[in-house]
């Protein structure tokens, strides 16, 4: 196994919690050889009940095979020979999926040279690290960027469990060339915080500037009115489409033309009059006189 350690002095979270990722089994255990029996291990890792995924590890992990355990909820992107798998649970016969360990580490499998890159989420800004341990995103995938939108998980700055309202934007292969040789990748994520991204389990298109979200739901808890207790809530968007664009305004990404069609009968309402923007038009020239 071989541990590359680029960013050795950069920051990372500080956040106490249970310290169980793939990674840092690996650094306290050095006769594992595959990633099953670190799930095995992971199954045990337990905070108040709740598997929470933390890591103050600032090393790569590079080793041999390209075997996954089963999973449950990941996103995979491929690039080439490589695949990339963020988020999911590994299953377990013996534990309902409930019950089954987040996967800490974002994985990056290396078909052609037989190896995989874990890679601890401590490398990834916060509100990155959070969503990227979730399961059951919304997402999509287009000439090379990855839109990660929602999914669930626990969320360390408000210690519950929630549908992430974000939508995370990056490109896979920069991502990729970045573990590989060793590169900072902490700039390459665009991040969008509204409500109104989070859905988990939701199929996402996008067509020209707009995304199409259909179906889907939204798990959260809420605060009881004249207490601070909260209840988990749950909202089913079956048969429902979401429809929105991103704009910059002062330079950061926003939602814009946000509109929810609840049933199939209304879903022309949500499709645009245009998909595209009008393409750039070259100014005419007045023709000389003579």
């Known amino acids: 196994m071989i541990k590359i350690n680029p960013f050795a002095n ?23 050889r595959t990633l099953l029996s670190l799930v095995f291990l992971c199954t045990h890792l337990v905070v108040y009940g709740q598997f929470v995924c933390f890591s103050d590890s600032t090393t790569i992990y590079e080793f041999p095979g390209t075997e996954i355990p089963p999973m449950v909820g990941e996103a995979t992107f491929y690039s080439g020979h490589f695949r990339m798998i963020i988020g999911g649970k590994f ?27 874990a890679l601890p989420l401590s490398y990834f800004p916060a509100y990155v ?24 998980g626990y969320d360390l700055t408000e210690n519950f469990e929630t549908t992430f309202p974000t939508m995370t934007i990056f490109s896979v292969k ?13 700039n390459l994520f665009t ?24 179906n889907g739901r939204k798990i959260a808890p809420v605060k009881e009115e004249f207490s601070d207790r909260l209840t988990i809530s749950e909202w089913d968007f079956k048969g429902q489409m979401r429809k929105f664009k991103l704009k910059n305004t002062a330079g950061f990404p926003e939602v814009d033309e946000f509109q929810v069609c609840t049933t199939a009968k209304t879903f022309y309402q949500c499709m645009p009059d245009t998909w595209h923007p009008e393409p750039v038009k070259a100014p005419k020239i007045a023709p000389n006189k003579r």
């Not at 990722?21 to 594992?32: A, E, G």
């Open 10 to 32: 950069r920051r990372h979270r500080s956040e106490r919690a249970n310290d169980g990722t793939l990674s840092q089994i690996l650094t306290n255990s050095f006769v594992m």
């Open 91 to 117: 299953l377990d016969a013996k534990v309902p999926e409930s019950a089954a360990p987040y996967n800490c580490d974002v994985l990056i499998v290396d078909n052609a040279a037989r190896k995989m890159y």
């Open 129 to 152: 690290a959070d969503q990227f341990s979730g399961v059951h995103f919304s997402y999509t995938f287009e000439k090379d960027t990855a839109y990660i939108m929602g999914g669930f």
């Open 174 to 186: 920069t991502l990729i060339d970045s573990v590989v040789h060793h590169k900072d990748y902490l």
């Open 191 to 214: 991040v969008v915080n509204d409500s109104r991204l989070a859905i988990m389990e939701g199929n996402v298109v996008r067509i020209g500037d707009y995304f199409m979200v259909y």
